[in-house]
């Protein structure tokens, strides 16, 4: 097994809502290696997004301990978790959130353009590179408003990818997208995993959990499985078995 | 560090692009602001310049005494109506002032003047010959009387080119003919070269010269003096002979050293810094009128920012969440509202520009534009955006990045 990029220990996260407290994440301990392709699941308000949020260093944990790529994070400030965030992780959301009106391209480079040390041409080239491995290279010019909801959605992959993170993080990356669409994004995802990338992977449907290699299980804010796919379905040849798009 | 703020500097740039319309309305408020700022300073400036000019044409050694007390500050008594100014102390002056090149009385009058059947109201200055002298001013034709025509009250006269025009509608010489004003009958020796409009507004030709004596006693029938007129040897003596003629005055009036003159006296200098003040304050009330128009286009700025920021809250939220921080956003937001208000600033500039070309072409108005006033409203645009951009700008880099992802 590779290096290991995510080590949590007794993780929690309280939500205080006037005097009530909501305990969404209750002490959840894991770790995450490199190369490894986890899907998170659970019923809604099982704490999928609370715990990918903490994972992303977009919130910190009440308690517990978080090592991201060996860097405790779970004490960082604020300005110190948007470099973690800018140069460890790759983030893709269910509803894409490209900038409208705004070129493909320049979608990807967003990351890059908070991070000083690449240069414009660095920038333009690691940007059209990722496009290209998502497949949308003869679109880099197109707006969001002229892309289809995968095409859109591949864009932020191409996002995701452009800095090189330690782990991709998708938040129910296909809870907008019809199941063919699904298919080609997790066919994608298979795809960048097998050339190494470490990917964390919220969903609830069961049939997109099987194209990882392990599914970790919440419950009201516990871990209550967490085991590897003993048979991962191949996304490419799922979608080559689909009936024809027309007849659906 | 720098290619952080260009970075920077290019999505602002790329936000305002995007809301063209949005953006030129919401700049219009500067614009004007910063467009009547410069014109108004160039009016003010302008007018400021062109008093000095005139006062300094005036002759700028010339002092001007009149009878009653201090009239800067207070109610002013009319002068002409005060007679503590006599024949006495003009001698006086003449005889003991060292400082003083020329002196002459002066009694003025209004009245008609007429030839045959032609007629014109106009005034008469009653003046000695130095008058011309004290003045600077030239004859175009004839000459002017003497100190002799003077003693014996002759009924002779200067006229300005006006009188001349309305009397002598068909161009003869007015040279040797006779004229009447409020019925006395004077010979015209001499014509005065012209001068046009003052900046007061004043016609300057229209006017009638005569021997005070003969206007004292033929028209007026009073034997006191109006005002006193004379210059000083030179400019830097002028203080200095103020100073002299009211030692002498108040001497020949028998003032007590713990009494008020009854008389006034007053250089150019003086009047230049009484005329400039008052353009000054006129100047600065027109500024602060324009500085209120810049204050709303301020607020229209904070105004769109704020709709700016609310509408794009996603957008920060995503930008956070692939590594922007707060102080990113922070200049985002600030750097747009900079961009806007010293664009505004820059077209504002131009258009002060043309309105102020517009005013000296289509008014005749004399301007003048200042380097400082374009730095000044230049300085306060700049200042302008970063004010009122602060707070929608600081509101936006403290959003939650979450929260901000997940607002519809
Ligand atoms: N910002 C918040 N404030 C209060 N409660 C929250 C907040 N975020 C999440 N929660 C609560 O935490 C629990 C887990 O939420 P979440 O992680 O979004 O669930 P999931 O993504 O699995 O559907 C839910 O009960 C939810 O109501
Ligand atoms: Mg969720």
Redesign the pocket.
């Known amino acids: 097994m590779g290096k290991t990029i995510i080590e949590i220990n007794d993780l929690k ?1 309280d ?3 006037g005097e009530e407290v ?4 209750k002490g959840v301990s894991l770790d995450i290696h490199e190369g490894e392709f986890v899907t998170i699941m ?12 903490i994972l992303g260093c977009l919130d910190n944990p009440t308690s517990g301990s978080y090592l991201i790529d060996g860097v405790p994070v779970a004490q960082l400030n604020k300005n110190e978790l948007a470099t973690i965030r800018n140069e460890k992780i790759g983030f893709i959301f269910q509803s894409y959130n490209l900038l409208p009106r705004t070129t493909a391209i320049e979608n990807v480079e967003l990351p890059l353009i908070y991070n000083s040390k690449i240069s414009p041409e660095e920038r333009h080239r690691r940007s059209s590179e990722a496009l290209k491995m998502v497949g949308l290279e003869d679109r880099m010019d197109h707006t969001p408003a002229q892309l289809s909801g995968g095409q859109q959605q591949r864009v932020a992959i191409a996002r995701s990818l452009v800095n090189d993170p330690v782990i991709i993080l998708a ?2 990356a296909t809870g907008n997208l019809d199941t063919r669409t699904s298919y080609e994004i997790m066919a994608l995802f298979q795809e960048l995993n097998r050339k190494g990338k470490t990917i964390a992977f ?1 969903t ?1 449907e069961p049939d997109i959990a099987a194209f990882s290699s392990r599914t970790i299980i ?1 419950k009201d ?1 516990h871990v209550i499985k967490d085991e590897m796919n003993t048979n991962v379905n191949d996304a490419a040849r799922e979608l080559a078995a689909l009936p024809k798009e027309d007849e659906e | 560090m720098k290619t952080r703020i260009l970075n920077l500097i290019k999505i602002a740039l790329k936000a305002i692009v995007l809301n063209k319309m949005r953006t030129l309305l919401t700049m219009l408020g500067i614009i004007i602001g910063v467009a009547s700022v410069i014109a108004m300073l160039a009016i003010g400036e302008g007018s400021k310049k062109s008093i000095k000019d005139e006062i300094s044409k005036m002759g700028s050694n010339m002092i001007n005494i009149r009878p009653g007390a201090d009239m800067r500050g207070g109610v002013r008594m009319g002068g002409s109506e005060m007679q503590s100014l006599k024949l006495e102390d003009y001698e006086a002056l003449k005889e003991k002032a060292t400082l003083l090149s020329y002196v002459t009385p002066q009694v003025n009058g209004s009245g008609q003047s007429i030839n045959g059947a032609n007629n014109w109201p106009t005034s008469i200055y009653g003046v000695s010959p130095e008058y011309l002298d004290i003045k600077i001013w030239e004859l175009s034709e004839g000459s002017m009387f003497t100190s002799a025509e003077v003693k014996s009250a002759a009924k002779v006269a200067v006229v300005g080119k006006t009188v001349v025009e309305n009397l002598f509608p068909n161009g003869e010489d007015p040279i040797g003919k006779m004229i009447r004003f409020n019925s006395i009958p004077f010979k015209i020796i001499g014509v005065l070269e012209e001068k046009g409009e003052s900046n007061f507004g004043q016609d300057q030709d229209d006017i009638i010269i005569a021997p005070y004596t003969t206007v004292q006693k033929r028209i007026l029938a009073i034997d006191y003096i109006q005002s006193i007129v004379a210059s000083a040897v030179s400019e830097e003596e002028a203080e200095a002979a103020v100073d002299e003629i009211t030692t002498i005055l108040r001497e020949q009036h028998h003032i007590g050293s713990n009494d008020d003159d009854d008389f006034n006296v007053f250089s150019m200098d003086e009047l230049i810094s009484t005329f400039s003040s008052t353009s000054e304050m006129l100047t600065v009330l027109l500024v602060a009128i324009a500085s209120i128009s810049l204050l709303i286009g301020g607020i229209g700025i904070m105004n769109i920012m704020y709709v700016s920021v609310k509408e794009r809250t996603r957008e920060i939220g995503l930008r956070m969440a692939v590594g922007a921080k707060g102080t990113d956003i922070l200049l985002q937001f600030l750097i747009e509202a900079v961009l806007i208000s010293v664009t505004g600033g820059i077209i504002g500039v131009l258009l002060g520009f043309g309105a102020t070309l517009f005013i000296q072409g289509v008014l005749g108005w004399p301007t003048i534009i200042t380097p400082y006033s374009v730095i000044i409203s230049f300085a306060v645009c700049a200042i302008t955006g970063i004010f009122f951009g602060w707070y929608p700008a600081r509101k936006a880099a403290v959003l939650d990045p ?2 901000a992802l997940r607002y519809e």
């Open positions: 996260r939500f205080r809502m909501v305990h969404a994440l659970g019923s809604s308000g099982s704490g999928k997004s609370t715990m990918l949020n938040d129910e919220v609830h919440l804010g | 979450i929260s």
